[in-house]
């Protein structure tokens, strides 16, 4: 795979220093404009300030490049013509010529393909409600079974079947990280009322575990299931409110595919006044942050082995 990597993402990874990737998705598809921009800059900043080199990873003009510039990531957020790439379509997307961005699957590839370990997202996809009918399942779950990649997540989305998403998770052996938690997060919400097959409470703790598969040659990454700060949480009974109206609304107009996710999300925005973004906006940082200090767990690791 060609990829263009960015001058100051070389360096972190030549001098194996924390680097820490980000997909693209919540800028081209997850947040309205200018929130997507201000927030991919905001979170680049909360990995800088920890100490480890933000990675964005997207396919513009035909190249896959991880680490982009301001205007590029403007670019993003501003298109009308970008294209949401999973694996299954990430090569359409660099011979397209389209702006193209990743998807938690298509991040996934790309940085471990780049030598970056670990990935901070909003929420992972997983099983839609319905999927017994509609087979809908996010490449996110098949993609954590193959690619060893630390991905640090809110949980999974809500507005997914969360109990069939961590079964699924379970049976193609994808270890499900509660961070500091014993429940599994909602996104906007803090417990979903399911378990958290693993409890860790340290990025070191963390770092010694996805070392420890690697000892073990276990393939797939690992998904940290970080809780949104309780500050911001929204309570998951009060959004299950709004999931299932979102829901009535999607399939009274036909939604299907890859358009389904942001359209539940802009849905929730219009009926939360806003106050789904801000948590959107609060647990991506949140995850940064923890993603960073992750990345720094595992570069003095490497640093003592050596």
Known sequence: MSIAIADEVKAALDNSSPVVAL?????SHGMPWPTNMET????????????ATPAAIAVLDGVIRVGLDRASLERLAQSDETLKLSRADLAHGVISGKPGATTVAATMIVAGRAGIRVFATG?????????????????DITELAKTDVIVVAAGAKALLDLPKTLEMLETFGVPVVGYGTETF??????????????????????AAFARTRRDLALDGGVLVANPVPPEHEIPATEMADHIEAAHRDSMAAGVTGKAVTPFLLDA????????????NVALVKNNARLAADIAIALASELDQAS
């Open 23 to 27: 997909e693209t998705t919540i800028v």
């Open 40 to 51: 991919a800059l905001a979170v680049e900043d909360e990995i800088r300030d920890v100490g």
């Open 123 to 139: 929420g992972i996809g997983g099983v839609h409600r319905g999927a017994e009918a509609s087979f809908d399942i996010s490449a």
């Open 185 to 206: 997060p909602a996104f906007w919400s803090r417990d979903s009322g399911l378990e958290a097959p693993i409890r860790l409470d340290s990025p070191e703790e963390i």
């Open 268 to 279: 929730i925005l219009k009926r939360t006044d806003g106050r789904s973004l801000a948590t």
